[in-house]
């Protein structure tokens, strides 16, 4: 399959490039871990006006989707620009929303898209909410009942700060039940899924740019280290893990825009390659970038947090594996 972003696809990444080059995201996260949430919510509002919450909300909810192509494209550049907050778990939302429908879907979908409301999302094999603290709504999926959480319990500490995890209360305002519900989880996953592996991969990409950039300043022995065969060697197979997901990544896009039956294992197959490519971008950041690599204070710390995470969030490798030899049924997310 041949497949190319067409001109408004491709505006549509260089505009969000633009905004959020200019809006400083590495201290928006470092905000954001310290729980000062205030610079992350004004990049969401800009997000939210250029249309990022709407890609997967139906037209019929005030949204502009469900748009894959479009939000894969977006997570992309989110990823790149390390945005801070439950961006995943948001469009996760909307699309469970979305399928369950009726009055829970009215209420919540156009003020979703719009941005005035955040949510985040937890389904039955997760243990917790991320930044369950920041945003207006926590939905929680259990068996077959759609609930809006109470309210949740201290902050557990997390290996990214800037991804900050809650157990939520049980019980709840109970909003639907059923087995719509469930179908809707399923669908909610796969998208989760699907947007973490965009993300992951503007990630990974970031870290390489960043890891190149500094090999061609960084001199040893009266020479630039990026002249050094071996430091070429693992730049280009940081660079070929990347450039194969991206391929998978936007056949994903394409299952899903049809509704293919095989979408559920196009996206395993886009989030296995994307995480394993973001995490080995990230090693090899740190590697070449030697001890400096370690240090807080780098912008690039911002970055290598994020890669784990990323790659174990919306489905591990080894479940995303199963459900490639399974042929796409749903698989159990194991965060």
Do not use: N
Not at 50 to 70: D, K
Not at 144 to 162: F, N, T
Not at 191 to 208: K, V
């Amino acid at each position: 399959m041949r497949f190319l972003l067409d001109d408004g696809q491709r505006d549509f990444a260089r505009s969000l490039d633009s905004m959020l080059s200019a809006a400083q995201t590495p201290a928006a996260v470092r905000a954001w871990g310290a729980g000062e949430h205030g610079p992350g919510r004004a990049l969401w509002a800009r997000l939210a006006e250029a249309g990022v919450f709407a890609l997967a909300i139906p037209e019929a909810y005030e949204g502009l989707g469900p748009l894959p192509v479009e939000l894969a494209v977006a997570f992309l550049e989110l990823g790149r620009h390390a945005v801070p907050g439950p961006v995943v778990e948001t469009v996760a939302a909307g699309v469970l929303l979305s399928r369950v429908g009726g009055p829970v879907a009215k209420e919540w979908l156009p003020r979703m898209a719009s941005g005035t409301v955040s949510a985040t999302l937890l389904l039955d094999d997760g243990a917790f909410a991320l930044d369950a603290d920041a945003v207006d709504a926590v939905f929680v999926v259990s068996g077959d009942e759609l609930r809006l959480a109470s309210g949740h319990g201290p902050l557990h500490a997390s290996s990214d700060p800037a991804r900050r995890l809650f157990r939520v209360e049980p019980g709840g305002q109970l909003l639907a039940s059923g087995p719509r519900v469930v179908e809707a989880a399923g669908a909610a996953a796969d998208w989760a899924a699907f947007a973490t592996a965009a993300q992951a991969l503007g990630t990974g990409e970031a870290l390489l740019r960043a890891t190149v950039a500094y090999v061609k300043q960084r001199t040893q022995f009266g020479v630039a280290i990026g002249s050094f065969q071996a430091v070429k060697h693992r730049l280009a197979d940081t660079l070929i893990g990347l450039e194969f997901a991206r391929p998978l990544l936007y056949g994903a896009a394409a299952a899903l825009a049809e509704g293919a039956p095989h979408a559920g294992a196009d996206v395993a197959a886009a989030k296995v390659a994307a995480g394993e490519a973001a995490y080995a971008a990230a090693r090899t950041a740190l590697q070449l970038h030697g001890a400096v690599g370690y240090t807080e204070e780098l912008d690039l710390s911002v970055w290598m947090r994020k890669a784990g995470p990323l790659r174990d969030a919306w489905g591990v490798r080894g479940d995303c594996r199963e459900r490639l030899v399974a042929g796409g049924a749903r698989w159990p997310l194991r965060r």
